[in-house]
């Protein structure tokens, strides 16, 4: 008899590219979504929960980086009798699917349609450090109005959000730019060729990482990178480059001296000349809200998801100085984006539809506010109940609800009762605050003892109980003040 495989036990692994999140971190998150929203609905921005399962053709090909529909998505077909099931996809962002939304009860919505969405997104990519395929999206969205007002409130919109999370004036910038004048752009310099014209946008994007020396070059013959290789150039004449250099650098010290710059680089571009006016109506708009330069700026180098925008585009950027792994000084980065869409909805309904909004990146704004040393989310635990004795549960059950039923936060240890010791590593792990004692001697008195667990963390860290001499780690108290006690307790300990 053939000896039987033995089974193979499954690995306990998070899936590569995921990972779990505990109880102080999704604390965090709530805490700070909630702020968020309540930012959100003030500018009068309604919910929406769309389904996190779309249609791949829903979809759409406006994955960043990405040429086909169901290439950098988790998608699947469905089972069909005929074999022509559908292609479904989990989202990969929030913008598509209200898209669709739209599309679809359009006629049931107000226009404009003005609406926030929160929740996880998910991308098949090739994960890395700090890049996840399941993070957390927060968006706003103003769908049906084509007036640069709309992309004017949703920047003024994202500053104040910053300032309500934590993040002080000074340490960001939202950061404006119009996707027109890039076009106008293009426009002066001739290109008549679709693929020079690619690798023309795809150099400007670099302009970040390379500055004004290494954009020259690539738009040229070429030029090493850091490791030493040799990238090839778009081919383009000094002459030829130099618009795409004027706009990348036409920033000044002030909106005029900018918006000036920019009508030079543009020429005689009629889109390129619209772009400069969007530009200037969104800063004389935010400058009557009272949003300075010390909050949102024009910057024309501001280039994002250049296929996907067809007007203003905005950014922004954290500007506190962090280190890098090798202990260097930079700034923090950017924690948001959108733009201005005009062609999305269009795809279903055949008529354009003009859009514009905003998308925070959860998970970087909650390790900037980590960093900052903002993230003041309560992460105390229930007072524990104790058990002496299994068979009296019911006395036990009977406590946890009489404190649950004041509203504080309590619970029964259901573990072994058996080693008291271990009753308290629990409560310890559980970060909790007090826990309760009911013996036999206890319940014949009509009393309950009460550990001060927070005190006693403390004695344990100052290794001195005489600065606490004044309050005892370990007191009785009648059964009947039980409520009144243990919330007198929380509030001292919270002083």
């Known amino acids: 008899m053939a000896k039987q495989k033995k089974t ?89 699917p209200l898209a ?5 009860h359009r006629n049931d919505l107000p226009t404009p349609y003005r609406r926030f969405a ?15 395929r399941q993070f957390y999206q927060c968006d706003a969205d103003t769908v049906g109005s084509g007036n640069v007002a709309a992309d004017a409130e949703i920047c003024a919109m994202l500053a104040d959000t910053l300032e309500a999370v934590g993040i002080d004036r000074g340490d960001y910038v939202v950061r404006i730019n119009n996707r027109k004048v890039l076009n106008g752009v293009l426009e002066v310099m001739g290109l008549s060729d679709d693929d020079q014209k690619a690798n023309v946008l795809r150099t400007i994007d670099k302009f970040d990482k390379v500055g004004e020396s290494g954009v020259r070059e690539l738009l040229g013959k070429g030029r090493l990178d850091a490791s030493g290789a040799y990238i090839d150039g778009v081919g383009l004449s000094d002459a030829q480059a130099e618009p795409v250099v004027a706009f990348l650098t036409s920033k000044a010290d002030n909106t005029a001296g900018t ?11 009629e889109v390129g000349a619209k772009g400069v006016e969007e530009l200037q109506s969104m800063a004389d708009l935010l400058a009557a809200g009272g949003y ?59 008529q354009e539809v003009p859009a514009t909004g905003i998308s925070i990146g959860v998970d970087r704004l909650l390790a900037a506010l980590h960093m900052k040393g903002r993230l003041d989310t309560d992460t105390t635990g229930p007072v524990v109940v104790t058990v002496m004795d299994k068979h009296r549960m019911a006395d036990y059950q009977a ?16 573990g072994n009762p058996k080693s008291f010791g271990n009753q308290l590593k629990y409560a310890d792990q559980r970060n909790s605050p007090i826990a309760i004692i009911q013996g036999g001697d206890e319940l014949e008195a009509g009393t309950l003892q009460v550990k001060d667990l927070i005190l006693g963390a403390k004695i344990a860290e100052t290794a001195s109980q005489e600065e606490w001499s004044e309050r005892p780690q370990q007191f009785e108290i009648p059964r009947a003040e039980l409520v009144e006690r243990i919330k007198a307790l929380l509030d001292e300990q919270n002083q």
Not at 48 to 66: C, I, N, R
Not at 259 to 269: M, P
Request: charged share 30%; proline share 6%; net charge negative.
């Open 399 to 414: 406590i946890v609800s009489e404190l649950r039923n004041a509203g504080i936060r309590a619970e029964v240890y259901l």
């Open 100 to 104: 669709r939304v739209f599309a679809q």
């Open 8 to 96: 193979q036990r499954p690995k306990a692994q998070t899936p590569k590219g995921f990972r779990d999140y505990f109880g102080a971190e999704v604390a965090q998150r709530t805490e700070m979504l909630r702020v968020i929203a309540g930012v959100y609905h003030r500018y009068g921005f309604e919910a929406l929960e769309s389904a996190a399962v779309e249609t791949v053709e829903a979809l759409g090909k406006f994955l960043p980086d990405v040429d086909r529909p169901n290439e950098g998505v988790f998608a699947w077909q469905e089972e069909d009798e005929n074999d022509n099931g559908d292609w479904l996809a989990l989202r990969y962002d929030l913008t598509a």
């Open 118 to 132: 929160m929740g996880p997104v998910w991308r098949n990519e090739k994960p890395g450090p700090g890049r996840f």
């Open 259 to 269: 918006l000036a710059n920019l009508r030079a680089a543009i020429g005689d571009s």
């Open 292 to 350: 300075g330069p010390d909050r949102i700026v024009i910057d024309p180098s501001v280039v994002r998801g250049l296929g996907y925008y067809t007007g203003p585009v905005f950014e922004a950027e954290l500007t506190f100085e962090i280190k890098d792994d090798k202990g260097r000084p930079r700034s923090f980065g950017s924690v948001a984006g959108g733009g201005r869409y005009d062609d999305l909805v269009k795809r279903f309904t055949g």
